[in-house]
């Protein structure tokens, strides 16, 4: 057997072993070499490996998925339960919301009503304003102002506005359905209080109609007085010359009585009367008041027939122009021009017309409550008997018949067939002329 030759690196070199088998003659033997028996040892563990593996597998596989199931449930339990957080949040903020709008809307009703107050009280007062400015107790075209329009304070305008910012806080913000963008889950911050901001808004405004109101109420108590006032002056004046006012209870039962509808009834106590009811019929009793005495004073000759003229004459004894001797002078004479127009000093229905007496060509018109005037000595007459003349319509011509020495005219006053100096009347109606348009218009260029 040959020896082999030492390996110099790894040292001396192993035997090869040698596999006999052998069957009946069949001898068989093979050789293993060490790298085959690594090989197969190799082989060995490489399949131990991979069938340890494998088992292992297939025992954790199930544990691996229940816990990935278990951890996926998990997640989406968490998952939901923030999205029902989230929903309840809307939820919230949206019933909030909605709150806060009914709150709004019932202040906003309550508003409402408040103008509509407003509104019909002008409605009321316009009336009033208007029989007002009729006696001169406000200029025309006052009434936007005494209604409750304040001028530069522009408070119409503010309440325009607050109404107008009311409005927009109702239109604003999200709509009650709204919802989060699921996409994030972003957390939904609640949104300012509507009611919060309106409140601001309310004050201001509820403030301002206040203010209107308040000064609606101020204006009509001035009114009231200054009507109260100017039918005291004028009855004072009218009384001075001995003429009775008629009282408004007396005027309205009148008028009442000739009304064509009747009307009755138990009297009843009014419910709910505020201060501005009370105000507003403190100013129509005031109002009617003064128109009762205005209508009196503008139904007597408060007028001069002559103004701006010379009076040649005046009433009371004097001596007598055709006689030489002492005699009453009835009337007050006022130079005129031959054919100048004679005018009437108050409205009234003519009862006499025509040549009378020492007067000549007369005209006398009956003005209701016993007074009546006289125009005498004139040289045409104008109007005859039965007419109804109103005031400063031309009765006749100015001229000079019957007892008269040159053209004048003859001015009577008389008190139930009672004549009156003529100057009382004409004094009264220069006071008067402040109180009463119709007289002021005339004194205030002829007197």
Request: net charge neutral; hydrophobic share 35%; aromatic share 6%.
């Amino acid at each position: 057997m040959t020896t082999k030759p030492q390996n110099r690196v790894f040292g001396k070199q192993k035997q090869c072993h040698t596999i006999i088998v052998a069957s009946g003659d069949t001898v068989r033997h093979m050789t293993v070499r060490p790298w085959m028996a690594a090989l197969a040892v190799c082989l060995i563990g490489i399949f131990s490996i991979g069938y340890l593996l494998a088992t292992s597998y297939l025992v954790l596989r199930d544990d691996l998925i229940g816990a990935t199931m278990a951890r996926q449930a998990r997640m989406q339990y968490d998952y939901e339960d923030r999205i029902a957080a989230l929903r309840a949040q809307v939820d919230r903020v949206t019933s909030r919301q909605l709150l806060d709008q009914q709150v709004v809307e019932k202040k906003v009703d309550k508003l409402m009503e408040q103008q509509q107050a407003l509104s019909s009280r002008h409605g009321k007062l316009d009336a009033l304003l208007d029989r007002a400015e009729n006696s001169g107790l406000m200029e025309k075209g006052a009434n936007a102002a005494t209604t409750g329009n304040r001028g530069d304070k522009g408070d119409h305008a503010e309440l325009t506005g607050g109404l107008k910012a009311i409005e927009t806080l109702l239109s604003s913000g999200k709509p009650a359905d709204a919802t989060p963008d699921n996409s994030t889950l972003a957390y939904v911050p609640a949104p300012e209080t509507v009611a919060d901001r309106a409140d601001r808004v309310f004050s201001r405004v509820t403030l301002s109609l206040k203010h209107i109101e308040q000064d609606q109420l101020t204006r009509v108590q001035r009114l009231t007085t200054g009507a109260a006032d100017t039918a005291d002056n004028i009855q004072s004046i009218m009384q001075n010359v001995g003429i009775k006012v008629p009282t408004v209870t007396a005027s309205v039962a009148s008028k009442d009585a000739n009304d064509d509808e009747g009307v009755g009834g138990p009297y009843v106590a009014p419910e709910n009367v505020d201060q501005f009811e009370q105000s507003m019929a403190d100013l129509d009793t005031a109002l009617t008041r003064l128109e009762t005495v205005r209508g009196a004073a503008e139904s007597l000759p408060f007028r001069n027939p002559a103004p701006g003229k010379l009076i040649t004459s005046p009433f009371g004894n004097r001596k007598d122009p055709f006689f030489g001797k002492l005699a009453l002078h009835t009337g007050t004479d006022f130079h005129f021009s031959p054919g100048e127009k004679v005018k009437a000093t108050a409205p009234g229905k003519v009862v006499s017309a025509g040549w009378t007496g020492g007067y000549g060509n007369m005209v006398e018109i009956d003005h209701g409550d016993g007074i009546s005037t006289r125009y005498g000595h004139m040289e045409a007459l104008l109007v005859k008997a039965g007419d109804t003349v109103k005031t400063g319509d031309a009765v006749g011509l100015a001229g000079s018949t019957g007892r008269s020495t040159g053209t004048h005219l003859h001015y009577e006053v008389r008190e139930n067939g009672h004549p009156i100096d003529p100057m009382y009347f004409i004094n009264a109606g220069m006071k008067l002329a402040s109180y009463i348009n119709g007289i002021g218009t005339i004194s205030a260029r002829e007197l």
